[in-house]
């Protein structure tokens, strides 16, 4: 195993080596459910997904853990401006985020538990936090269970933040805080709130802070020492500094790796809910093709930030149809592929990328070297060199996610995929005329066609079984 990642702790590129050979246990902070995924939301499931994806290539037995946030502050206060109970808006929108990770063919985490199935873990938790003197129940009866910063010296080693530099957070409710930097492991119940959203504890009634969620359910899965903690780098402080702090202080070694996405923008700011400049998944889908809005995710190196835009989203469509186009030139050639590995066929320019933190803008310039070489080989009719590109690019693009006949695009639908029968009708259509044409002799009008064919991006060949039309290489 010779893979490298950026760790954020450490920030540097460093070797990695799990705690287990032969396995890697991964933590991903997952959806808190308040209202429908974003292309923002989603980078960070697609980028973990190829993470996955590449070490089970690999040869590793990856354990992926990737938690439901179904209790917060915001799920209340939009559940009951929806006017429904807030565990029904909950699930209605954990739902949506399901069907967002399946349209972009997003494997499930072997285990996605929910926060509210774990309130015992986190009382425990709680429980030896307060023992050990780095947290303390509010003094004023209200509930309130708060992570003291100052007991904890390492505080900070994460985002490289020092405690007398940090400012409170502006919405931050200071009542029975000892220091406003505290942060809440549990909130005590209020006038107002809804009763099923609250839990009894040894302190009184309430219901859990995020944080305390985290690195309760981690530790019940994974353990208290394990591999990689990956999410959105718009997480690393407050949410995991305070997620590696605690679970420290309980004496839990945490991850040993800290692997943190950048974010997708719209005209340079953070997508997010608050700005309003959001895009939805399924709306990009259903005009793009999921496998197409993938690799506008999953191209770019997952360390930097994309700009989301209609063009770059038709630039990934333009891409996936060069690799179909090869795919479909090869279909002849394709039942005996398989008689090769992927080991065997996927070129080591490629597995050095991936091995150089998840290297994908370098990994698929590999791939379209292959398809190019591939469709050279088929121009010249070498089969074994056609069918070798073709074994080696459906390998590449399974450890990407993006072959199309994995199970996870079994009955997948988008644009793309919607307008190939419409395409092909007209296509065809144009060829039959040009046929005519030349039938008749007349050349111009059928030089003409193929010249129009040619300006659209499409290549006609004449064979013996008539023409054949193909997206230019």
Sequence with gaps: ???????????????FQPLRPGEVSIYCCGA????????????????????????????LRVT???????????????????????????????????EAFRALGVRRPTYEPRATGHVPEMIELMRVLIERGNAYPAADGSGDVYFDVKSWPAYGELSGMKVDEMAP???ADPRGKRDPRDFALWKGHKDGDPESASWETPWGRGRPGWHLECSAMAGKYLGDAFDIHGGGIDLRFPHHENELAQSRAAGRPFASYWMHNAWVTMAGEKMSKSLGNTADVLSAVERFGGRAVR??????????????SDAALVEAAAQLARIDSFLDRASALTPGWQAWSPKEVIPAAFAEAMDDDLGTPAALAVLF?????????????????????YAAARSMLDVLGLDPSAPEWAGSAGAADDLKPVVDGLVTALLEQRQQA?????????????????????????TASGPRWSIEK
């Design 1 to 15: 195993m010779s893979f490298r990642l950026y760790d954020s702790a450490r920030r540097a590129v460093v070797e």
């Design 32 to 59: 808190t459910v308040q209202s429908a995924p974003h292309l923002g939301h989603v980078r960070k499931e697609v980028n973990f997904d190829v993470l996955r994806r590449w070490l089970e290539y690999s040869g």
């Design 64 to 98: 992926m853990l990737s938690n439901i946030t179904d209790i917060d502050d915001k799920i209340l206060a939009k559940s009951a401006e929806a006017g429904q109970p807030w565990w029904a808006h909950a699930f209605r929108f954990e739902g949506a985020f399901h």
């Design 169 to 171: 957070a502006e919405d």
């Design 295 to 308: 690799l506008y995710l999953a191209g770019p190196h997952y360390r930097s930030a994309i700009e989301l």
């Design 369 to 389: 070297t292959t398809i190019k070489e591939g469709n050279i080989a088929l121009d010249a009719g070498d089969d074994p060199a056609a069918l070798r590109a």
């Design 438 to 462: 030349r039938a008749r002799k007349d050349w111009p009008a059928a030089d003409a066609i193929r010249d129009r064919l040619a300006e659209l991006g499409l290549k006609v060949e004449d």
